[in-house]
């Protein structure tokens, strides 16, 4: 007969449980795992120690297949990106383009029904490079009221929507680019279920002092992705400190998903070090919270 733990055990147990499930790493297969088909990235991502997986831009993919992979490894699809049109021409999206609002809401459509398939719920929409002679001020009315528009849409399935700065270097004229921007954009959307996607490689490439940044940004960040800066190498390479940035993060009370989106500099697997580094963070988060 299996012995019944005394009530402080049970009491530890649970707490133990909840530490460790206070802290959630995706995987974004589009970038880990690159030595294995696309696929078979999302058992390589849960045996590597992922709770779920990220996708980039999945369009070429049998969404059915992905739930099937995604469910078999108990893999959540954390997350996807809109589409973004012709990436090799330098398109990145269409919710900030004047005049395209058909095309862009013709992705969305497209993004809904892959992840109503896929089984997500949460969607980063990309903002687009406007024409370099688009008026700023109808630049940024077209894109609170894109994103208005699919926030009301896709609170009608649950889902969440996140907008994310992408640095000038790596994306030049791109439609937000700055911690600051995002704000004013979440400030004018007004929606609950739009939020912020803070990525430290972006964040770091425009402007650095993520610890102070953070804290001032921390109420509107729903999703947090990580790799190291200027190379998009792992995280704990580079200019970043990656320890005392996921203090800061754990601090204003995030308790969401941390998303790997890095290019490993060898074997995906063998990249991994900075893991644990991260958990501990949140973990003792968590103790100095309940004591």
């Not at 959540?76 to 900030?96: E, Y």
């Not at 002679?133 to 849409?153: C, F, G, I, K, M």
């Not at 995906?268 to 991260?278: D, K, N, P």
Request: glycine share 10%; aromatic share 6%.
């Amino acid at each position: 007969m299996q012995s019944v733990p005394c009530q402080a055990e049970a009491r530890g147990a649970t707490e133990a449980g909840r530490i460790a499930a206070a802290l959630k790493l995706a995987a974004n297969i589009g970038l880990l795992f690159p030595e294995l088909p696309p696929l078979a990235r999302i058992a390589a991502a849960k045996d590597a120690g992922f709770e779920g997986i990220e996708l980039l831009f999945p369009y070429d993919l049998d969404p059915q297949v992905v739930r099937r992979e995604a469910t078999a490894h108990r893999m959540p699809v954390v997350q996807l990106n809109s589409p973004a049109g012709d990436r090799a021409a330098g398109q990145v999206g269409f919710a900030a383009l004047p005049g395209e609002e058909g095309r862009f809401r013709e992705s969305i459509r497209t993004a809904f029904d892959f992840m109503r398939t896929c089984g997500s719920s949460q969607l980063h929409v990309v903002a687009g490079v406007p024409a370099p002679d688009a008026s700023p001020t109808e630049v940024r009315q077209t894109y609170v009221r894109n994103l208005q528009w699919v926030a009301d849409e896709a609170a009608a399935v649950g889902a969440r929507i996140m907008i994310e700065p992408l640095n000038s270097r790596d994306f030049p004229g791109y439609a937000l680019s700055t911690l600051a921007q995002a704000v004013e954009v979440l400030n004018a959307v007004g929606r609950p279920n739009v939020g912020l996607q803070f990525d430290l490689y972006h964040s770091q490439i425009m402007g650095g002092d993520l610890t102070h940044r953070i804290r001032q940004v921390g109420s509107y960040i729903r999703h947090v992705q990580i790799s190291g800066a200027p190379l998009r190498n792992e995280p704990d390479r580079g200019e970043v400190n990656l320890v005392p940035v996921m203090r800061a993060i754990a601090e204003t009370g995030y308790d969401g998903w941390i998303s790997a989106e890095y290019k490993p500099t060898g074997n995906t697997r063998e990249s991994l070090g900075w893991m644990a580094g991260v958990r501990e963070v949140f973990s003792g988060s968590r103790r100095e919270d309940r004591s």
